[in-house]
């Protein structure tokens, strides 16, 4: 079990989101801050794997000219 000290401001916030009935209790508060904390970690993992792949492709001379990137964009607007 995780004893954590929030600080009096997150307190407070904590137990206003249980005393207004969106959560049953501290820990249901806890948990699902943790889980969006999971999944911002997710998203940036991946973010940071497609920058590492792009870079992979530059490196490898896997890319295209400007221009042709922005015709391309310009085409689809």
Known sequence: MISADLGQ???GF???LVE???YNSKS???REGVRLVQEREARLAAL???IARGLDDAAAGRT???GAVFDRLE???
Do not use: F, H, M, W
Request: charged share 25%; no cysteine; glycine share 4%.
């Open 48 to 50: 940071d794997a497609s």
């Open 28 to 30: 249901e508060v806890l």
């Open 64 to 66: 295209l000219p400007a």
């Open 20 to 22: 207004s009935g969106r």
């Open 9 to 11: 401001q997150l307190e």
């Open 14 to 16: 904590v137990t206003n």
């Open 75 to 77: 085409s689809k607007i």
